[in-house]
Every structure is written in C-alpha cells, then in structure tokens.
C-alpha cells in the first residue's frame, strides 16, 4: 500500500470534530494563503475570523498566515483556499517548493458562493472564479466549471481494513471537476478531489471552497460535522505523508 493510501484510512479512522486537541506547543504548523476570511474577519482591523472550519483548523493545528508560495520553508504544509491571483515567479515558486517535498492542500473554487462584505471590484474581495494559469495542468489536471450554480451531496465509500466501508458524504456549493489528463494523479469524489505526486512532494485539490463555509452547507442541508471529518482527513494526510 502506497504511503499517501495508508495515511489517508488512519486520517478517516481517527477524524473526528470532538477528538482531543494536543497541546498547544505539540501542534504541527499549517502556512496559510488564501482571500477568504478564515483566519480574520473581512473588516480593517484583525479580528480573529470565525466559523467551524476555522474553529478546527485552529484546535488541531498552528496557523501561519503567508501572502506568497515563497516564504514557504522547506517540507512544510501548506494551506491554500481560493487564493488570489500570483504572479507566474510564485507560481514556479510553488510548484518547485512542492517537488522538493513540499504538501499543499488546495481548495479552488470555479464558482464562489462564499459572500463578502467587500463589493465587486475590491482587490480584497475573494475572487469569484478560480481560474488556472496553468499549474494543475502542469501537473495533469483539467479543471471544469460547472455550468450553473447549486449544492451537490458528494458521496464517497471509503474501505478501511477489517470493517465495513466508511460513508464519507460532503455538501459542496457549485464545484468544479477535476479530470484527469495525464500524470500521477488520483480522482476521486466524483471529481470533487485529487491527489497529486509531484516530485518529493504532494498536492491534494478540491474543486470546491465553499464547503468550509457552515452557513453555506448547512443553508443546503448539509451536515457540516461531515464536511469537517472530510477536511480533517485530508489535513492528517498532509500531516503523516513524506
């Protein structure tokens, strides 16, 4: 079994939102670049954001806000979820910091739902589409908008060794597709996710950023106690995989 495979049965065994949090000094560090309010509030000031993906992410991990892919250091995880638009040096600068053994848990949104208090036009406002330059080409991934805007109830039967399969079900809001071109990525959720070796390194994709948003999923349907196991398996991956 493949390390990255083995790494993600013990994240789904072991995810859960009400798991024990470590020590504050023991949690690993997660750098972090995105446009959307997950770490402070869409205000001038730095009020601290709110909301159950950032009340996880911040139980679980130490948090390091970044604005380009080359302050990463070396071997580090990073966060990206709907980041603006970056210059083609960060970009080389990313996917190299990646094949040196880099993991990147990226979440790209080809239709944003999340609202904004910023109006249209604002350079701070959240970009509305997640469009590719080129970099999940580079690495064999088409990446398709939907062609109009809903929720969709993901489902996904995970095996685990000895027992049943897991029922993995994750609301998302207008997500994209990723496809398969060519390369050594691995499709799954009904296109929702990939996972990527590139060189050294790693990169887990998901076509959807709205799904970390509680008002979003839920306003849905949605249970977002699912959607959190679904973002604490992948994170965990990040975590164990080398």
């Known amino acids: ?36 309010p997950l770490l402070f509030d869409e205000g001038f000031g730095l009020e601290p954001a709110q909301g159950a993906a950032t009340t996880y992410l911040k139980r679980y991990y130490s948090l390091n806000p970044i604005d380009l892919p080359s302050q990463l250091p070396s071997g580090a995880i990073l966060l990206a979820a709907q980041p603006r638009a970056l210059p083609a040096q960060e970009l080389v600068a990313l996917d190299a910091w990646i ?50 805007s809903g929720h969709r109830l993901v489902r996904h039967d995970a095996p685990r060794p000895g027992g049943k399969a897991l029922n993995l079900h994750v609301m998302t809001i207008s997500p994209g597709t ?6 050594t990525c691995s499709i799954q959720f009904e296109g929702l996710y990939a996972e990527c070796s590139v060189g050294k390194g790693w990169a887990w994709i998901i076509a959807d950023a709205d799904w970390l948003n509680e008002q979003l999923v839920t306003g849905a349907g949605g249970d977002m106690d699912a959607n959190l196991f679904a973002l604490g398996t992948v994170m965990r991956a990040a975590h164990s995989t080398r």
């Open 178 to 183: 990723l496809v398969k071109q060519n390369g």
């Open 99 to 148: 094949r040196r053994g880099g993991r990147l848990v990226f979440f790209a949104d080809p239709m944003l739902d999340w609202p904004s208090k910023r109006p249209l036009g604002d350079r701070l406002r959240p970009p509305m589409h997640y469009a590719d330059t080129g970099l999940l080409l580079h690495w064999g991934l088409r990446f398709d908008a939907p062609e109009q």
């Open 1 to 36: 079994m493949a390390r990255w495979a083995a790494a993600l049965i013990a994240a789904m065994l072991g995810a859960c939102r009400n798991e024990a949090a470590p020590a504050e000094a023991s949690k690993p560090t997660v750098h972090v670049l995105t446009s959307l």
